[in-house]
């Protein structure tokens, strides 16, 4: 026992060290002790419970008696008549310091020992998060599937109102096709909310940690509470997930009465054009902002590796940190072509399904309408946007290749 063997080390070392022997009257009371024995092994038992409270009342302890103990070798020295050396007062004081010692030898350790414990509980969090994220990204891949399968349910209920007044066989059909991306979209949406549930319990746990280890959460907190935050929106986004899931559970029931109804001649098939036109408007625009916005991201890091470049030019970099600078700057520049390289495909992708889902209505039905011609002049102005896009990053492809080649001259 570490703080025990240290406090028996201070008694054999004052013995020694004493000089003059202490008189029997002083040496009755420095055996005694007082409990230091005691209080030096509860700080020994402390430090093996490494529980925060434990340790508070070890260290208490150990201070009130080591207070009391100092006190009356204090007062047992001035009454020993010729125990008045040096050596005997010296050896006297550094117990004092040797006592103290102890005790600052065990705060240190305790702290370490119980920061080394907050990390440890920090990192077993590291998993769960890890598998809440995992559980995200899931979901945010079924709601794509999910999306895509309403998608074909929109497509369906459109062919089912331009193939009923003619075919009612095929008509029925169709109609009857529409129990696959439905049932798709249900299987999603009931996984998902099982998902988010689980979640839901996972942040929970996490959450109930700054209670019950409340000391030890402190000592990490700050990285506590991200890694706590981070949890919290990995949540939110399942629930915005589940929601949205749970709208088109709602919509894909909706497109199955519509087929319905068109079977019957009970529907405006305009109407069903209409709203299916700007639904596919909402999304078509979506997909371009989100186009967009990668376009500016990678011009955004070609002006950034530009102006570095342009301020290494203008000698506002160290001499001996401009080769090295330069020749990172050229390697940024591959990774930012290939960075490019793959926005390219990803906008050439959305265009072609767009496109593509695009050819899918049936202009014929809606050319006479006025508020649909509108629609479908906005949808063509939108995907108008993406070739713009495309010619963007073909810009900075070409900037950067010019770039790179003024960066080796």
Known sequence: MAFLDDWKLCKRTFEAKAGKK??????????????????AKGLDTALQKLDPKEIDKAVAKYTKTKEAYWKLLQGAFKEAAGDKGSDYKAALYELARSMELILANFKETADGRLLSKAQNLLQGIGPTYVGMQQEFNAAREATHEAETAYQECEKIVRLVCVTAPT????????????AAPCKTISTISDRIAKSYAGVGKTYQSISALAKSQQYLIGLVQRDFDSMRDKAMGIQDGLEDKTVELQELVAKSKAAVKTAADALKGAVDTQ???????????????KAVVSCNAGVL?????????????MNAKEGKVPADKLEKMMADLYKEGDIKIANVAAETTRITKVQ????????????????????AKAIVEDIQEALSDLPKDLQRLKDVVAKTKKLQAKIKA
């Open 22 to 39: 202490p008189s029997e009257t002083f040496l009755g009371v420095f055996r005694k002790s007082s409990g230091m024995e005691d209080a």
């Open 167 to 178: 075919d009612a066989a095929g008509a029925k059909k169709l109609a009857a096709s529409l």
């Open 271 to 285: 109407q069903v054009m209409l709203q299916s036109l700007e639904g596919f408007l909402n999304r078509v625009q």
């Open 297 to 309: 991201d990678k011009e955004g890091g070609f002006d950034t590796m530009n102006f570095a470049f």
């Open 352 to 371: 072609e399904t767009l496109i593509r889902e695009f050819s899918g209505f049936h202009k014929q039905i809606v050319t006479d309408n006025p508020q």
